[in-house]
């Protein structure tokens, strides 16, 4: 592999990824490993019912598992779900209790190593979750190459993804695949590291850097960019988390350059929309019966009427939470008019400040369990 690439089937591996497989494959043997704390989960209380099910999970699949968050999106009874780099199959195993029998959860990764320990608990899950048939399987290839590794289009209702896209060379091509499997009203939810601005090539060429999701970091404005060239909606941040590094040999190379672990959603809806609505959270999702956060801006108490922007108007009328709102044109007859829409972009950075002083840190984004009373059918 002279040139740094492989080709087959119309996809090229690049050096990145024989350097991505190499780390998560033989360097890193636990969490333990890390030099950083990008990929690891962060220390916010978990909700019950998911660390319940977290609790669930083979132990040496949790052992190996890096990720710079908790993605957990709501609304998961019954949904097709995929997770990209799914690793040793943590995330799959726990989401596969929230889908139900009647869901399904799919793991692609191109590190055999990890598959073969996500595989071998297949049978152990589901004996321990009480399910007569699996509801989770595993498919070894390339988050930027889905279609030509089996998965078919408009198949999935939710993609997720936790601190993996920053370890494509070809983030772009990651966007546009996960927006091809998805069916329309699907939702991309993941978790990733964010710079403060684009990095130096010696930065993106730092073997370690790379594999500890620091060098493949995205600038934050430039994912605003790809979304919408591929097709999703305008990004909707939920949650943002500072990164540290105590390592002082990487804090020399990485400088004056920041990171921060944030959750996006991006929705596969129609694009046009320009009306704002006056919406009801009817309740009924599990884990946010009185109270759902969607993103940073919109917070939804139940039977609490609110003026959202024509961007949410649209998700929530063409997604899975269709049937937990109730709409109607703004300037309708009800007298409990809630806040005016809440508009602009909003810099991660900030956010993860705002939430630091407010003791708030990292969060799940708001979650629900499995007897959501509309999800996915």
Not at 285 to 290: N, Q, V
Request: glycine share 10%.
């Amino acid at each position: 592999m002279a040139d740094g690439k492989s080709c087959a089937d119309g996809f090229c591996q690049t050096s990145v990824h024989v350097d991505v497989k190499d780390y998560y494959g033989k360097r890193l043997q636990t969490q333990k490993d890390l030099q950083t704390n990008a990929c690891l989960a962060p220390t916010k209380p978990v909700p019950p019912f998911i660390r319940e099910a977290l609790k669930k999970v083979h132990p040496e699949v949790s052992d190996k598992y890096y990720g710079c968050g908790l993605v957990v999106p709501e609304c998961l009874e019954g949904c097709r779900i995929l997770d990209l780099g799914s690793g040793s199959g943590r995330d799959c195993y726990m989401l596969s209790q929230l889908v139900g029998e009647n869901g399904h959860v799919t793991g692609i990764d191109m590190t055999e190593g990890q598959l073969e320990v996500a595989r071998t608990y297949i049978d152990y899950h589901m004996k321990e979750f009480g399910f007569k048939k699996p509801n989770v399987d595993y498919v070894q290839g390339y988050i930027e190459a889905l279609t030509e590794a089996g998965l078919p289009k408009n198949s999935y209702d939710i993609v997720i993804s936790n601190c993996v896209v920053n370890l494509s060379p070809d983030k772009k091509r990651v966007l546009a695949e996960a927006y091809n499997v998805l069916k329309d009203g699907g939702e991309l939810y993941f978790s990733d590291v964010y710079s403060s601005t684009r990095l130096p090539e010696e930065i993106k060429t730092h073997k370690v850097l790379w594999g500890e999701c620091l060098g493949g970091a995205l600038w934050w404005k430039d994912l605003l960019q790809l979304a919408d060239e591929v097709g999703f909606s305008p990004p909707r941040l939920v949650t943002a988390s500072i990164i540290t590094v105590d390592n002082k040999e990487l804090q020399d190379i990485l400088g004056d350059f920041k990171f921060v672990s944030a959750t996006y959603r991006l929705f596969k809806i129609p694009k046009g929309n320009d009306k704002t609505c006056q919406t009801i959270y009817n309740g009924g999702i599990t884990g946010a019966e009185s109270s759902f956060q969607f993103d940073c801006h919109y917070t939804f108490k139940a039977n609490e009427m609110v003026e959202v922007d024509a961007e949410v108007a649209s998700i929530l009328t063409h997604s899975r939470f269709t049937e937990n709102f109730t709409c109607q044109p703004p300037g309708g007859s009800s007298s409990s008019c809630g806040a005016k829409p809440k508009t602009g972009i909003v810099d991660p950075f900030d956010l993860a400040l705002k939430l630091d002083k407010q003791g708030q840190g990292s969060t799940t984004g708001g979650c629900c369990g499995p007897q959501s009373s509309a999800c996915c059918k």
